[in-house]
């Protein structure tokens, strides 16, 4: 069983920065590839970025690449998002989640999702 803490959501200008976290508690940490997605009101939740359980290979939706990473601390059971030049369209609830085995872009094959931090960019 993981349980995840999403923090560091908030409000931001168009052009800026945010590093939103996702604290892990549970056993096994480095077992479970971890993913970011995100969910705009009206939308179906979408896959961000994922990373490896070792930290080594990172993955990312293409309205991303280029501005956000995707990082892991294994000793600190915390993984990250640093967005920059955030957009208007970056607007959503983040979730982070969770799946053993490789990563995934695919929502349903995650095991544990945490509750959700809200960003929103103003323009």
């Given at each position: 069983q993981v349980q995840l803490?999403?923090?560091?959501?908030?409000?931001?200008?168009?052009?800026?920065?945010?590093?939103?976290?996702?604290?892990?508690?549970?056993?096994?940490?480095?077992?479970?590839?971890?993913?970011?997605?995100?969910q705009a009101p009206g939308n179906e939740r979408e896959f961000v970025a994922a990373i490896s359980w070792s930290g080594d290979s990172?993955?990312?939706?293409?309205?991303?690449?280029?501005?956000?990473?995707?990082?892991?601390?294994n000793a600190k059971n915390t993984v990250y998002l640093q967005m920059n030049s955030l957009k208007p369209e970056d607007t959503a609830v983040y979730y982070c989640a969770a799946k053993t085995l490789?990563?995934?872009?695919?929502?349903?094959?995650?095991?544990?999702?945490?509750q959700g931090t809200q960003v929103t960019v103003s323009s």
């Amino acid at each position: 069983q993981v349980q995840l803490v999403e923090s560091g959501g908030g409000l931001v200008q168009a052009g800026g920065s945010l590093r939103l976290s996702c604290a892990a508690s549970g056993r096994f940490f480095t077992k479970y590839a971890m993913g970011w997605f995100r969910q705009a009101p009206g939308n179906e939740r979408e896959f961000v970025a994922a990373i490896s359980w070792s930290g080594d290979s990172a993955y990312y939706a293409d309205s991303v690449k280029g501005r956000f990473t995707i990082s892991r601390d294994n000793a600190k059971n915390t993984v990250y998002l640093q967005m920059n030049s955030l957009k208007p369209e970056d607007t959503a609830v983040y979730y982070c989640a969770a799946k053993t085995l490789r990563w995934s872009s695919y929502d349903y094959e995650y095991e544990y999702w945490g509750q959700g931090t809200q960003v929103t960019v103003s323009s």
